[in-house]
């Protein structure tokens, strides 16, 4: 089946979209939190060289309704999602909130996480990613090998799902839910990865962790000597060991060492750039760059010598010609 297009669904095209940014919109402070998590999430895994230009997406549940999820425009690069400029829609893709009337979401994007949140309540916060390692492995008939410490961290279980071509028939999303299963992470045959935590931060370190094994597993695969495999007893003994350490929270989750607000508000404060409290008005929900790219100061000099990583990633975002038109289109990869 394919999605319906009609007024004030996800699937609508520009000429149906609201036609101007909503003056006001209330969020509670829950609210808040999620979108400055979420909006670091997309900045640290652009940091991590996991993003994919303007595909790929992250999204986070809005807490106290299970029925709505943030997600990023579609057309804007991770290094500029703000948390204000995330869009909120609904499990069967009506755009609930969206500050920015030229941008809409990803239709992929809805499809594959409106799947996940809506099978999976315990889920927060669902991650897709295209990188070169991940969609390598996606592509070997071995899957994820339990070949080292991190990557047996998922010895207990990684989703499959057959690749079905761009994502964009919402009947997949039940195959999605199903390969997924109880699982913290799932392979998108001849794609790329997903993960899914039950913070954001937990969602972040899933896929890091994936992400490194995947790596780790070509590199050792490239070496072309016969493997030494771990003992099964072994690998499942790993993999209880690390999933479930260090000690849970009282809630059941994972303290972790670097949630995603630290590290990238330390880089970049825009980040998780959000109004006060209260109500939301129009002019300062609106990216910076595409406002008023005039009033962005020019990045400091870079001192002599090889540039740090805090000094390329302290400078403010530069205007962009591109930043200033609209880039959406609902039929995008995903
Ligand atoms: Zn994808």
Known sequence: MKPDHTNGTVMTNRSTA??????????????????????????LIDLFGM?????????????????HFLINPFGMMYEEITASCLIKVDLAGKVIHNPNAQYTINLPGYVIHSAIHGARPDVAC???????????????????????QTAMRFAGGVGYHDFEGVAVDVDERQRLAANLGSHDVMILRN????????TVAEAFVNMQRLERACQT?????????????????????????????????????????????????AMDP?????????????RRW????????????????????????????SAPLRPSPRSTKPRASMNGRG
Not at 126 to 148: E, I, K, R, W, Y
Not at 270 to 282: E, H, I, N
């Open 270 to 282: 825009s980040a998780t750039a959000m109004p006060r409290r209260g109500r939301l008005r129009r």
């Open 286 to 313: 609106v990216f910076p760059a595409i406002r008023s790219p005039r009033s962005i100061p020019p990045p400091p000099a870079r001192p002599s010598g090889r540039p740090t990583l805090p000094v390329r990633c």
């Open 126 to 148: 669902v991650l897709h990613t295209h990188t070169p390692a991940g969609m390598a492995v996606s592509a070997l008939q071995c899957g994820l090998l339990p070949l080292n």
């Open 217 to 265: 597993q070509l590199l050792t695969l490239s070496a072309g000597s016969p493997l030494h495999m771990p003992a099964p007893a072994v690998a499942e003994r790993a993999y209880q060991q690390l999933r479930h350490a260090p000690t849970p929270n009282p809630d059941g989750t994972h303290p972790h060492p670097a949630p995603p607000p630290r590290p990238a508000t």
């Open 18 to 43: 609201p036609s101007a940014p909503q003056e006001t919109a209330a969020i509670t402070d829950a609210e808040r939190r999620t979108r400055i998590d979420l909006a670091a999430c997309y900045r």
């Open 51 to 67: 993003s994919d230009m303007i595909l790929n997406h992250i999204s986070a549940r809005v807490p106290g309704d299970d029925e």
């Open 191 to 198: 794609h790329g990865l997903l993960a899914i935590g039950r």
